[in-house]
């Protein structure tokens, strides 16, 4: 499945993690790229700065095959 997740505060974090990890496409958009420190080391998704209205960012993010947002 190929999820994009707006927010890397705690619960976007938390979510991103669990779902890379169950094998799940995933996408992080947030404004800071400090925020994505929060991801696990081991976080194989994608990140992207930018604000999640932006429909170029969404677009980067893959929002068009997403299955979940």
Do not use: W, Y
């Not at 669990?18 to 790229?33: E, F, P």
């Not at 700065?49 to 095959?65: P, Q, S, T």
């Amino acid at each position: 499945m190929k999820v994009v997740i707006l927010g890397c505060g705690r619960v976007g974090s938390t979510l991103a993690t669990m779902l890379d990890r169950s094998g799940h496409t995933v996408a992080v958009i947030d404004q800071s790229s400090d925020s994505f420190q929060r991801l696990s080391p081991e976080f194989g998704g994608e990140t992207i700065v930018g604000n999640g209205v932006d429909e170029d960012v969404m677009m980067r993010a893959g929002i068009k095959d997403a299955d979940a947002l």
